[in-house]
């Protein structure tokens, strides 16, 4: 029986999305019997924990370098100063490394692993070509530009793209060109190219049966217009990006732009819908008494309302994550308002800025002024959609199966 390793990395949760879409498609494509373990830490760990409870025993949970958190996604100073000094009651960043590579090498020669997919784990590609074991590496990053200030992030950028050119195999979760959205993130080296293919976004692929309306479906499907909030990423990042919005929402621009606001938080407390008259409502009540609103909070959509909001909104407001810039700008063909908080949110958004599909928003000005210009130049962007979401490739998942067909021989 082959056996395959996925190792994914801890730090945000678009590793984990597109692992497990991954994972599903190999059990729908893949007819041989095969085994699949999974390694990860942290809040992956439990969700890996949660997902397979009754497979347990084919769960590691290895401890993974990742950066600290700080007020606006990681702290560069506080993890550089972790590098040789326990920070936060986190021991040296040097100790950890040395332990996790310890403790991937030790479940390599445990399993006898057939193939290893790594998606963000870049010291599994080292312990794979060390123990001749092929490997795929899954990424929407390889070299990315930085900005003049990040500039010193290089030496570390150079010391993991060589890390990630040791796979038998780099995966490009995204469109081939000229339609890849993380173009600016990758810039590979001529030598590399013959290793790397672009499989197409790792749709999850699922069909959504649209059940009976709930109050807020039934809400928004008669507002006039509205934008979608999206509040996503790990602690630092939601807490950074709701602070940003909260400020966007106090300008006088805004005093009359309908919105929604998804928190990405499994807690009702959050729901909530702000009325012109300056009120708050449930959403029920705003739904039984016609409450004209200005303003949804919701603390976690449904797939069915999530899909719905997305199908009726007439643009978005992201982060720039990949994950989700795909699934807007090419299944939804939605224009989007980026606002960065890594490097590579800002080279998505600036690509998608160029094509005329988005605009690259860092400050409330700025954001309320691309507020207006999707609305008064809403067919112009509607035109580059239409042409990016006809080339817009959601197969990455089908694709990486045959890909790991070849490579196991089966």
């Excluded at 796979?167 to 190219?193: G, H, M, Q, R, W």
């Excluded at 290793?195 to 197409?200: A, C, D, L, T």
């Excluded at 928004?220 to 509205?226: C, I, L, Q, T």
């Excluded at 490097?343 to 800025?353: R, V």
Aim: aromatic share 10%.
């Amino acid at each position: 029986m082959k056996k395959i390793g996925g190792f994914i990395n801890p730090w945000g949760n678009g590793h984990f999305t597109r692992m497990m879409s991954l994972d599903s498609a190999i059990k729908q494509n893949i007819r041989d019997e095969f085994d699949i373990h999974y390694s990860s830490s942290g809040e992956i760990y439990q969700k890996l924990l949660k997902k397979f409870p009754a497979n347990k025993e084919k769960l590691h949970n290895i401890v993974i370098p990742t950066p600290i958190d700080g007020k606006c996604g990681p702290s560069v100073t506080l993890s550089l100063f972790n590098f040789l000094l326990p920070v936060a009651g986190r021991p040296p960043l040097v100790s950890v490394m040395a332990r996790y590579l310890i403790d991937e090498g030790k479940l390599y020669d445990r399993q006898k692993f057939d193939l290893v997919i790594n998606d963000g784990d870049v010291g599994s590609n080292v312990i794979a070509q060390k123990r001749n074991v092929k490997s795929i590496f899954v990424t929407n990053q390889f070299r990315p530009r930085l900005w003049a200030s990040r500039s010193f992030l290089y030496p570390g950028v150079m010391y993991i793209s060589k890390n990630i050119a040791k796979a038998s195999k780099i995966v490009v979760a995204d469109s081939p060109p000229p339609y890849t959205i993380c173009e600016y993130n990758l810039n590979f080296p001529e030598k590399l190219k013959k290793k790397v293919v672009y499989v197409g976004h790792f749709s999850n692929g699922k069909v959504i049966n649209h059940g009976p309306k709930s109050d807020l479906e039934r809400l928004v499907e008669n507002a006039d217009s509205f934008g979608y909030w999206m509040i996503t990423g790990n602690k630092s990042t939601n807490e950074a990006t709701t602070r940003k919005y909260r400020k966007i929402f106090h300008a006088p621009e805004m005093n009359n732009e309908r919105r929604i606001v998804s928190h990405a938080k499994n807690d009702p407390s959050l729901d909530k819908v702000l009325g012109r008259d300056g009120k708050t409502y449930s959403i029920s009540e705003t739904l039984e008494k016609q409450v004209d609103w200005v303003q949804i909070d919701v603390g976690f959509l449904s797939e069915q309302e999530k899909d719905t909001v997305l199908n009726l909104c007439k643009y978005a407001v992201i982060n720039g994550s990949h994950t989700a810039m795909g699934e807007i700008l090419g299944a939804k063909a939605k224009p989007i308002i980026g606002m960065p908080v890594y490097d590579e949110h800002t080279n998505q958004i600036k690509w998608a800025e160029e094509r005329k599909l988005g605009i690259l928003a860092t400050n409330v000005k700025q954001t309320t002024k691309a507020v207006s210009k999707i609305h008064d130049d809403y067919n112009k962007y509607q035109e580059n959609l239409a042409d990016f979401a006809e080339n817009y490739d959601r197969n990455g998942t089908s694709k990486t199966t045959e890909i790991i067909s070849e490579m196991l021989d089966i």
